[in-house]
């Protein structure tokens, strides 16, 4: 590789010269069905595991038959095939995958191990801390291993933590810690082998730290200058693959004869599997292609609304409670997460009894820490699981930003995994809770390709937007209205019941304007109609951001030629700029007015009554629909 890349032949490579032994040993160690979770230096993983050098070669060179078909480089891929998940360039975010995966097996009662690499600079990332909380308080079997060389690329590790060594701070998490020789391979293979033994046994994670060094610039370009010469001196004498070689022919299970031939035919194979890969043809880019790999592909249940026979009315979050718990008992493989959603039931009860009939295995408190929850949640996606996190405010999910936008959202686009997870967001004001409870923070989410966002504003889409949530295979955002949950009841079908996402809801027909909306601005847009019998105006409820009903929206435009769009939150951005743009450019001849917007003010949310009512959009309502009607 560094031939290669001498000879412009490849664009960039990190190397793991000098730290192949904790990657070899400690993958030679695990079972083959058990998962690893490794990095950008541990190239011994894929090669240990009998990953073709082929398909690594086309990985790294953008060629389609590698696992990310051109859309990521590196070690940026996971595979089923070989039980082997990789990072994405954020670091930390694969240890809380590791939490989720072993928790999978744990349920499963299937008796594994799962192995995750972090490197020494990584460790100083809040993930590194909610990833081993997690594992130490739910028991998990999972071996924690830091590769600790000595730099994060040139930070060297007194600028990195206080701490004498990183394997103390497992005393904090109260879980046993060790440290050993991450370059003799023996060393690795003994102690991961002895580790995954008892944790199989007896589940529990463990925090490894393995001392090396890498004899490399943390990637080509960054060169090594930073490093004291010294260390090199030093670390030379403790090359891995020099060592184990030497210790191989002191035991007499090689010949030194034996060698040259040995390396000469790894050499023909790896120039042959080069050659190969390189004279393969280049990626012929195709829009349709890259835009529906965005999601896992999925097909709507085989649903008839008009078999519906029995209704009930219930309050929106009851409706809720009704759909997700008739998805816990569809699919037995569904988990629940979130903080103090067991016995407690959350803060708005949503989850109340069900301790009491799915179990504390599936339904479980979880510490305060949403992004190793959200990482968690992905991990038992990846591990044949289903799982529905509550957000206990949607304003909280800026804590797992992060695996939200980055690890679920792209994992399909970049290796065809689907990540069945569902994140519900409790959202919206109106209940004096200011600025940190209140947010309709839906437009984070909406730009955001490979996530799925709906916000219902009923109590039957509600359950039923719910239900295809757990259905859909690709991640869903469930926006709920907090101050709908207890204020709005109606009709709900009584069994399973499924809204198609993605499709509107047409709540009243008209012909003079039509409101575009969601969420609390479907009531409010019914409000405005009551009080204006005169006009003829036409609700189209979104009900799915995203996607969202462009052909219903179109339609209704055309139709009236004057279209308003409301929403709960500021208008700067607020997703209705998109439905305000898009009509633009493909209505534009059928419009009689330029579209409006009516949101809230781009400020942040107040507590007080007063301030609030003028904040949220309502209060622009009637002057903004006279200016359109007016035009």
Not at 457 to 478: S, Y
Not at 515 to 540: F, N, Q, R
């Amino acid at each position: 590789m560094l031939i290669l890349l001498r000879q412009g032949r490849i664009g960039k490579w990190f190397s793991g010269i000098g730290q192949e032994a904790i990657a070899v040993g400690s993958t030679l160690a695990m079972d083959n069905d058990e998962y690893i979770l490794p990095m950008h230096r541990n190239l011994g993983v894929f090669t240990t595991r009998d990953v073709p050098f082929s398909r690594l070669m086309a990985q790294w060179q953008g060629k389609a038959s590698g696992f990310t078909k051109g859309r990521d480089r590196s070690f940026h891929f996971g595979t089923q095939e070989y039980k082997i998940i990789g990072m994405i360039s954020h670091l930390g975010p694969q240890l809380a995958l590791a939490d989720g995966i072993a928790l999978a097996d744990v349920l499963g009662k299937r008796k594994k191990a799962t192995l995750v690499f972090t490197g020494e600079g990584a460790t100083s990332e809040g993930d590194f801390h909610e990833a081993l909380n997690i594992a130490a308080v739910w028991n998990l079997p999972v071996i924690f291993l830091i590769e600790n060389n000595g730099y994060g690329l040139s930070t060297p590790i007194n600028e990195q933590y206080k701490c004498e060594n990183l394997v103390d701070k497992a005393i904090g998490y109260g879980m046993e810690g060790r440290r050993i020789d991450g370059n003799n391979l023996l060393e690795v293979y003994h102690t991961v082998n002895e580790i995954a033994s008892e944790i199989r046994q007896n589940p529990r994670p463990v925090l490894l730290e393995c001392m090396t060094f890498r004899m490399r610039g943390h990637e080509e370009a960054s060169g090594t200058k930073y490093v004291p010469q010294h260390l090199f001196d030093e670390w030379k004498d403790k090359d891995p693959i020099a060592n184990f070689e030497q210790f191989l022919l002191d035991e007499r299970v090689l010949r030194a004869e034996w060698i040259p031939q040995m390396r000469k035919e790894f050499i023909a194979l790896i120039e042959a599997d080069i050659e190969k890969v390189f004279n393969q043809p280049d990626i012929i880019p195709n829009v349709l292609t890259e835009v529906q790999d965005m999601y896992q592909p999925y097909d709507f249940p085989t649903f008839n609304p008009s078999n519906i026979t029995t209704t009930k009315t219930k309050r929106y979050i009851d409706a809720i409670s009704d759909g997700l718990r008739l998805g816990m008992r569809k699919y037995n493989n569904l988990v629940i997460m979130g903080q103090d959603v067991a016995e407690y039931g959350g803060v708005f009860k949503i989850t109340e009894g069900f301790v009491e009939e799915f179990g504390r295995d599936r339904v479980r408190n979880t510490p305060i820490c949403e992004s190793g929850i959200v990482g968690v949640a992905m991990g038992l996606a990846l591990n044949g699981y289903k799982a529905m996190v509550e957000m206990q405010f949607a304003d909280f999910v800026s804590s797992g930003f992060n695996q939200v936008v980055n690890n679920l959202a792209k994992t399909h686009y970049r290796w065809d995994q689907a990540v069945d997870v569902v994140i519900r967001m409790p959202a919206g004001a109106g209940t004096g809770a200011g600025p940190f409870h209140s947010q309709s923070n839906e437009a984070w989410f909406t730009k955001t390709p490979g996530l799925k966002v709906v916000y219902p504003a009923f109590p039957a889409d509600a359950k039923g937007l719910l239900m295809a949530a757990l259905d859909d295979p690709n991640p869903v955002m469930h926006f709920e209205h907090k101050y709908l949950y207890r204020n709005i009841t109606g009709e709900v079908p009584d069994g399973d019941y499924y809204v198609e996402i993605g499709k509107a809801n047409i709540i009243q027909k008209g012909e003079t304007v039509s409101i575009i909306t969601y969420g609390l601005g479907v009531h409010w847009a019914m409000e405005y109609t009551v009080k204006h019998p005169d006009l003829s105006i036409e609700i189209i409820d979104l009900r799915s951001l995203q996607p969202w009903d462009k052909e219903a929206v179109e339609a209704s435009a055309k139709k009236t030629g004057r279209v308003l769009v409301l929403h709960e939150d500021t208008l700067t951005c607020g997703f209705g700029s998109e439905i305000a743009a898009h009509l633009a450019e493909h209505c534009f001849k059928y419009l009689d007015a330029p579209v409006l917007r009516c949101a809230s003010l781009d400020t942040a949310i107040p507590m007080n009554k007063a301030l609030e009512d003028q904040f949220l959009a309502k209060a622009r309502l009637e002057e903004t629909m006279e200016r359109l009607l007016n035009y």
